[in-house]
């Protein structure tokens, strides 16, 4: 058990359900509240984006103009308070118009008129942290921030001359290396930060930009990735994002915790967002789904021909460019929901366009309309380039969707691969990046799905039993929080 009061701040660009373009939302959003439930006091702080509904959240403002001394001049901020719903998690929102107004999450320098880079926005939003924080009456014992958009706050606690900052101890976790907070020095003035401020800055600034991820990476106590393959992974060229030497001189403070899922949200047999609920026991029901996705989606109603799903944001790591136009002579259907890039929508659509009664292309995102798609679909489908941990494979298998995925990251640590052998398995695996690999995996899987009944029902049925709740992880997370404690 836990020291009663372990206190523990979260530092995140994204929280489910205030601001979310991905899966660090659901960790952020998900994980504290399974820390709260073992004992520890976890508060999350976050940015105010202006598409964060004060309303609807219930946000009261506990803190006006507190003044932050930035690049020369003084910037103000207000402080919200919320919580994380059905919790007592406290979240507050640092508010600025000028850095967190507009209503995008991330903005990646997309404003030709006032140009304002993300880095320059989360450096910001680091700096107001350190201000904000002593005046909160909450001094956290553990500052865990997340991704590169909080890295800097490592820097600037172990940096701070501080009495309150002193013995507040720090943990980095990448959810994905491959968005750093790159940018030219001259940003670290908003921090009020020069070349010679913080010691490890000089080891960064080799190639003359700033990382902040590489900050983080170098001060932080402890560095934790989501997945233990992702851990190895990025101590690779091939997935190390040219950061490999400096998270390798961190081995031994380096740690992959594989994330888990909010069971009660993703549960078939509660599911809101679903036409018909189901479990283990009443699978006949999980047809009826299928039966509503390809109406809704304006594809043949038949319960016997396999519906593929896929939902992803539609962007580079998730291997959309091995989904051949050639699967369309598969036997069976897809359902593709996404949005992002315009090469990998226009690649779905053409193979909408080209086998209509075989694929529906779908570019949105929508919760529900994913969920329907998990409960309607008989194979999911995940070729990622690279994954550090994915929370698709899991919802899909938790909907008795059997996944089809890559052998990297979470993805080959959550899914046990089938093969003749593997009494276990819950999915299928492939391991090379290549279209031909993913159409043998699919055709294989088609082959048992519609001759080997019992076996496909084994996988299925292995898959929903599946323990994905965050208890095992958020345990993994306490263990090491009261490691560095003890440092
Ligand atoms: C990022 C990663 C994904 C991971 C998520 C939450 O979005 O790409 O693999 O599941 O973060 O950690």
Redesign the pocket.
């Known amino acids: 058990m836990p020291k009663k009061n372990l206190k523990v701040l979260f530092a995140s660009a994204e929280l489910h359900p205030f601001a979310k373009a991905?899966?660090?939302a659901?960790?952020a959003g998900s994980l504290p509240v399974a820390l709260k439930k073992l004992g520890a006091d976890v508060r999350v702080i976050m940015p105010k984006y202006g598409l964060i509904d004060e309303k609807k959240h219930k946000l009261k403002k506990i803190l006006s103009d507190v003044k932050i001394s930035s690049g020369g001049s003084i910037k103000k901020v207000n402080v919200f308070e919320g919580v994380l719903p059905g919790s007592k998690v406290k979240v507050y929102f640092i508010d600025n118009k000028k850095y967190f107004g507009k209503k995008e999450i991330y903005w990646d320098g997309n404003d030709p008129k006032k140009f304002i880079s993300d880095p320059e926005r989360f450096l910001f939003f680091s700096l107001a942290c350190l201000h904000v924080l002593p005046k909160l009456k909450f001094k956290p014992d553990v500052a865990h921030a997340h991704?590169y958009h909080a890295s800097l706050i490592i820097d600037l606690i172990k940096a701070s001359n501080e009495e309150y900052f002193k013995n507040i101890k720090t943990i980095l976790?990448i959810?994905?290396l491959n968005y750093q907070g790159k940018a030219n020095p001259k940003v670290l003035t908003v921090g009020n930060l020069t070349k010679n401020s913080l010691p490890s800055l000089k080891v960064d600034l080799k190639d003359g930009d700033v990382n902040f991820f590489v900050q983080g990476i170098m001060n932080a106590d402890v560095i934790t990735t989501?997945?233990e393959t992702?851990a190895k992974e990025i101590m690779t060229e091939k997935f190390g994002a040219g950061l490999e030497n400096i998270i390798k001189k961190r081995k031994k403070d380096l740690y992959g915790v594989v994330?888990g899922l909010d069971i009660d949200f993703f549960n078939p047999s509660r599911d809101k967002n679903i036409e018909y609920n189901y479990s283990v026991k009443s699978l006949k029901k999980k047809e009826l789904n299928k039966l509503y996705l390809q109406k809704k989606v304006g594809l043949p109603q038949d319960k016997n021909i396999p519906l593929v799903g896929f939902v992803s944001?539609l962007a580079w790591?998730k291997g959309i460019e091995l989904i051949d136009q050639k699967f369309g002579e598969l036997n069976c259907q897809f359902v593709f929901l996404g949005t992002g890039q315009k090469e990998y929508e226009e690649q779905l659509e053409r193979m909408a366009k080209k086998y209509p009664n075989k694929v529906a292309t779908n570019i949105m995102f929508d919760a529900k309309f994913a969920n329907q798609i998990y409960a309607g679909s008989d194979i999911f489908l995940m070729p990622?380039r690279?994954?550090?941990?994915?929370?698709g494979q899991m919802i899909a298998m938790r909907y008795g969707a059997v996944p089809i995925v890559r052998a990297t990251?979470?993805l080959k640590d959550t899914v046990a691969k089938f093969d003749n052998k593997n009494k276990k398995a819950t999915g299928f695996v492939f391991n090379k990046f290549s279209s031909d690999a993913l159409h043998r995996e699919l055709k294989r899987a088609l082959q048992i799905y519609h001759n080997d009944k019992k076996t496909w029902k084994l996988v299925q049925t292995q898959g929903m039993k599946q323990d994905f709740s965050w208890n095992v992880s958020a345990r993994k997370y306490l263990k090491l929080y009261k490691k560095i404690i003890k440092k």
């Open positions: 991905g899966g660090l659901d960790v991704d976790t959810h994905n989501v997945s992702y994330n944001r790591q990622s690279f994954e550090p941990c994915g929370l990251g979470g």
